[in-house]
């Protein structure tokens, strides 16, 4: 079945940098495209940015555009967030999204807290 694991998230000062790893498998991963979503608290879930099945394209939400960057090795079937110049409200928990023969499929997520 469809897994995907997210793992990466901490603790961090504003500023800072981290780097969000999801981890898929049970589906052709080289096929589809995958997207990161994130929810802070209080708040709905909201998308942060999608990359195409063989990485050419990517896009993201204003709030993060320069600052973060979505990428994928096909090869190791896991998807990246490259995240810099954290700020407060970064602070969510960030989860990866597939959609797979019309079902949608969601980690469990990885808490990301940019404090000082």
């Known amino acids: 079945q469809v897994q995907l694991m997210e793992s990466g998230g901490d603790l961090v000062q504003p500023g800072g940098s981290l780097r969000l790893s999801c981890a898929a498998s049970?589906?052709?991963?080289?096929?589809?495209?995958m997207r990161w979503y994130r929810q802070a608290p209080g708040k709905q879930r909201e998308w942060v940015a999608g990359i195409t099945s063989n990485g050419d394209n990517t896009a993201y939400a204003d709030s993060v555009k320069g600052r973060f960057t979505i990428s994928r090795d096909n090869d190791r079937n896991t998807m990246y967030l490259q995240m810099n110049g954290l700020k407060a409200e970064d602070t969510a928990v960030y989860y990866c999204?597939?959609?797979?023969?019309?079902?949608?499929?969601w980690g469990r997520g990885t808490q990301v807290t940019v404090s000082s």
């Open positions: 999204y597939v959609y797979v023969s019309s079902t949608d499929y």
């Open positions: 049970g589906f052709s991963f080289i096929t589809y495209t």
